[in-house]
């Protein structure tokens, strides 16, 4: 796929994504830095060159790539993480700790009501469940009954 098409940010990211898994460090990071080159808002393309410069102990290159990307994407949960942990053993507990409280508040912001409806969604479901057997067993009666 790179071959075919050399301008293709994705398979640059693909390519440097399946060097990361088999742990090939220094290929990842050529073709991450390939592919946000052509593509440099490419979110999974800044996510996995953060956690490769994390994995080559460049923690605070990486923190710095995380807290520019979270200025154009504040409520990206998954920078939020990585900047945790980068705090944790970079800069403290304390920072981590503030982070991680401001991720959950994000979660609860933006996907509390989301979780309240599928509940609401499935106790329905229960009730109309049983009340569908409870019809089914009625009828099965009155059938007997005649």
């Known amino acids: 796929a790179q071959q075919c098409d050399p301008n293709d940010h994705l398979a640059e990211y693909y390519l440097a994504h399946e060097y990361a898994m088999n742990r090939q460090i220094n290929e990842a990071m050529v073709h991450v830095k390939i592919s946000l080159n052509l593509r440099a808002e490419h979110i999974p393309s800044l996510h996995l060159l953060a956690l490769l410069l994390s994995a080559h102990k460049q923690y605070a290159d990486a923190l710095h790539l995380i807290n520019s990307v979270l200025e154009e994407y504040p409520d990206n949960l998954n920078f939020l993480y990585v900047k945790a942990h980068l705090e944790l053993h970079s800069v403290g507990g304390e920072e981590a700790l503030f982070t991680i409280k401001h991720m959950l508040h994000l979660w609860r912001t ?26 089914l067993y009625t009828s099965e009666m009155s059938d007997k009954d005649s």
């Open 110 to 135: 933006l996907y509390e009501d989301q979780t309240n409806v599928d509940c609401n969604e499935q106790q329905s479901e229960r009730r109309s469940e049983t009340r569908s057997v409870f019809q």
